[in-house]
């Protein structure tokens, strides 16, 4: 469901995707990368030469092995089965049939289902079952027990909901999170179940990975246009290898406290889900810190957010000129956004003087092109008269820049010197 978007997005920017490619060898040269590629059709070698190489080839990464990154955490925990199938559930769950997980824990089994929205399918893991207590085997496991586990599972007769199993899928549980996120010579990195990996409970995973590719993107395409010193990189693994420790820990969690729970298991404290998801703040990176307390802290409650470097833009209510609504998120796309409170702010005239495009708004009740109807920007963003935010192309906040009597377009150009490191 979210590649195809994926790819549909991606090719609207001109990326070119290939397919049945196989990454077989790479090495780091003073300028580049070399990468070795084979086509698996034609069986056909070629080589590639590279400034960079991203490497999201999952938790069994030979990147991340050729590279030598260790990677720590709770460790394997579990060796699950994921049982995707299809059945009329609808008279059994009524209005409950939406897209949803129900763990389950008993005696005989631990695991859960997740059911699409509709409720004709979707999928039942099993971590632990009665006589499997070694767990699950690759091809181990056979039509029969599958609907024996459904009906144990769901008390659902599996005839009488027409119960079919479209595919069986093997996996570990598994926490871990690596040390490093880039090789040495800073021009390979790894990103997505390559860097960490975490147990589902809590849907963490796939989103982990998607916010490495977030921050790193723009990080890359400013170094690759002479925008940003290649100094600017080395903030991907001081702010993602935090972030992975952060969702990885989350997540095992989740399991102990739902799954496993009664075992013994250790965990840290249980955040909630928005936090997990909009919640995380660099401490340090490509921002300008500031000298608040605020700024030591790993996460916030995007409810009630500090509104500080590190930290992910507040969403507020705008409308345009069409009189159409949307959220101040909108408007960070690739540019840096500098956003001021007030009208005439010298912030807005010095963000039109630097070496990079910043796309400068103020929002206020009567600001063109987009106005803060409801007065609430000042408010959620903490700012007075005179004050700026300066947003990343990935939305988070860069710097606060403070009220001054002159002396704007220099101070800026200070603020993104820091930013970029260098
Ligand atoms: C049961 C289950 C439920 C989950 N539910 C959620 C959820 O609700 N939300 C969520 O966010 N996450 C969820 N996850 C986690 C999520 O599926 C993973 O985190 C995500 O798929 C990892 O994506 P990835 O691209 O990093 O790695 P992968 O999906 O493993 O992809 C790696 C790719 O790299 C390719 N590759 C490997 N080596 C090479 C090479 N040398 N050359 C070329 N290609 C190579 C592989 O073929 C593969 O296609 C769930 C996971 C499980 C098991």
């Not at 990326?15 to 196989?22: T, W």
Request: glycine share 10%; charged share 25%; with cysteine.
């Amino acid at each position: 469901m979210f590649e195809p978007l994926l790819r549909k997005n991606a090719a609207t920017f001109g990326a070119q995707q290939k397919f049945g490619q196989v990454v077989e060898w790479y090495e780091e040269v003073d300028d580049g990368v070399i990468v070795i590629v084979r086509d698996t059709q034609t069986q056909k070698v070629k080589k590639y030469k590279t400034k960079y190489l991203i490497a999201a080839d999952g938790n069994r990464s030979a990147t991340r092995r050729k590279e030598n990154i260790q990677w720590h955490g709770p460790g394997n925990l579990a060796n699950s089965i994921s049982i995707n199938f299809k059945a009329d559930l609808v008279p059994y769950l009524g209005t409950r049939a939406v897209h949803g997980v129900t763990y389950i824990m008993n005696a005989d089994f631990t695991g859960g289902f997740r059911l699409d929205a509709g409720g004709k399918g979707g999928f039942l893991i099993v971590s632990k079952a009665k006589g499997r207590e070694t767990g699950f085997e690759p091809d181990s496991v056979f039509e029969k027990e599958a609907r024996e586990m459904f009906e144990a599972c769901s008390g659902i007769d599996a005839e009488e909901c027409g119960f079919e199993v479209d595919f069986i899928s093997y996996w570990t549980v598994a926490a871990y999170n690596a040390d490093e996120y880039t090789s040495k010579d800073a021009k390979v990195f790894i990103m997505g179940d390559a860097a960490h990996v975490m147990p589902p409970s809590g849907g963490m995973g796939g989103n982990t990975g998607v916010a490495d590719a977030y921050n790193l993107a723009w990080k890359i395409a400013y170094v690759l246009s002479n925008k940003a010193s290649p100094n600017l990189l080395k903030t991907y693994n001081q702010e993602r290898q935090p972030a992975g420790d952060f969702s990885m820990h989350q997540a095992f969690s989740r399991l102990v406290n739902r799954v496993f729970h009664g075992k013994g298991l250790e965990c840290e404290k249980e955040l909630p889900d928005l936090v997990c998801e909009l919640g995380y703040r660099y401490t340090s990176g490509a921002m300008v810190p500031s000298d608040e307390n605020d700024m030591e802290r790993s996460y916030e409650n995007p409810h009630d957010p500090y509104v500080m470097p590190g930290g992910r833009l507040p969403h507020v209510w705008l409308i345009d000129v069409d009189g159409e609504k949307l959220s101040s998120l909108d408007l960070v796309k690739r540019n840096f956004v500098l956003f001021t409170t007030d009208s005439g702010s010298p912030w807005l005239q010095a963000s039109e003087k630097q070496g990079i495009s910043i796309d400068a708004y103020p929002i206020i009740s009567s600001s063109q092109p987009y106005l803060d109807f409801d007065s609430s920007a000042k408010k959620v963003w903490k700012l007075k008269d005179g004050e700026a935010l300066l947003v990343r192309p990935d939305g988070i906040i860069a710097w606060r820049a403070p009220k001054m009597t002159s002396g704007h377009d220099e101070e800026l150009a200070q603020a993104l010197r820091i930013v970029f490191k260098g």
